[in-house]
């Protein structure tokens, strides 16, 4: 009876922890582990930087290969990258780092904002970091580019009343990275696409990666798409 009441337990505790955000947790620690960020080294070659989150990191990703920075590897062969991305970075921690920044790069990319959303920062504080970022990155590139994440709410990790509010977040804090980009040098790559024609959100299995929050190698692919056509100018 003992034996049996404790199997019991056993089976009752990690059914609930499968339906909490702790087994999404365990699920992301996971894919963390298993995530190596892609960088390249040509001697004397132009450079690129990016800056980032878990997204700049390539967390998701089934091969760095496949990620943004993998990617930009892929298609523009003669650049450098450095990638100093870090998991669970927001962008008031990033506002250091650019501060320590030196030399001069081709192109610097932030792909930062998501942890923002999903810990519900003060947009109105984010919006002063965010400035102080530009500022500090000035004089180390001539093209400054920024990805945040898609819809927020959009995630499969996200049912009923929490995906309308990260839906919501999302939007607010999207419109204050266009307002950034208008007043400086920014250029924001807005990925940020409607629920009714966001493949990603209608297709969590292909698009997600295990913890239905980080974008898999095919949904690195897509937010790609979005930004390969402002490289092609930039880089050819």
Same mark, same amino acid.
């Given at each position: 009876m003992k034996y049996t009441l404790l199997l019991f337990c056993i089976v009752l505790i990690v059914f609930v922890a499968t339906q909490t955000t702790l087994f999404r947790f365990?699920?992301?620690? $996971?894919?963390?582990?298993?995530? @190596?960020? $892609?960088? /390249? @080294?040509? %001697?004397?070659?132009?450079?690129?930087?990016?800056? &980032? #989150?878990?997204?700049?990191?390539g967390t998701g990703a089934?091969?760095?290969? #496949?990620?943004?920075?993998? /990617? *930009?590897? @892929?298609?523009? @062969?003669? $650049?450098? *990258?450095?990638?100093?991305?870090?998991?669970? /970075?927001?962008?008031?921690? =990033?506002?250091?780092?650019?501060? +320590?920044?030196?030399? +001069? $790069?081709? =192109?610097?990319?932030? %792909?930062? &904002?998501?942890?923002?959303?999903? %810990? +519900?920062k003060d947009v109105r504080e984010v919006e002063k970091q965010l400035q102080e970022i530009v500022v500090a990155l000035s004089d180390n590139t001539n093209n400054l580019l920024m990805m945040s994440s898609g819809n927020v709410g959009g995630a499969s990790a996200f049912k009923a009343d929490e995906a309308v509010f990260y839906e919501g977040l999302t939007r607010t804090y999207r419109e204050m990275f266009l307002r950034v980009a208008a007043e400086t040098q920014l250029t924001y790559i807005d990925l940020f696409l409607e629920p009714e024609v966001d493949v990603i959100s209608q297709n969590p299995k292909k698009y997600l990666a295990i913890d239905g929050l980080h974008p898999s190698s095919e949904g690195y692919g897509v937010w790609y798409t979005t930004l390969k056509p402002v490289l092609e100018k930039i880089l050819k």
């Open positions: 365990l699920k992301t620690i $996971y894919l963390i582990v298993i995530s @190596t960020p $892609y960088e /390249r @080294t040509i %001697q004397s070659a132009p450079k690129i930087l990016v800056l &980032g #989150d878990s997204t700049g990191y089934s091969k760095n290969t #496949d990620t943004i920075a993998g /990617r *930009i590897g @892929t298609d523009f @062969t003669s $650049y450098s *990258i450095e990638n100093k991305s870090k998991n669970g /970075r927001t962008i008031g921690e =990033l506002v250091d780092v650019a501060k +320590k920044v030196e030399g +001069k $790069y081709e =192109l610097i990319l932030l %792909q930062i &904002g998501g942890n923002d959303i999903l %810990q +519900k």
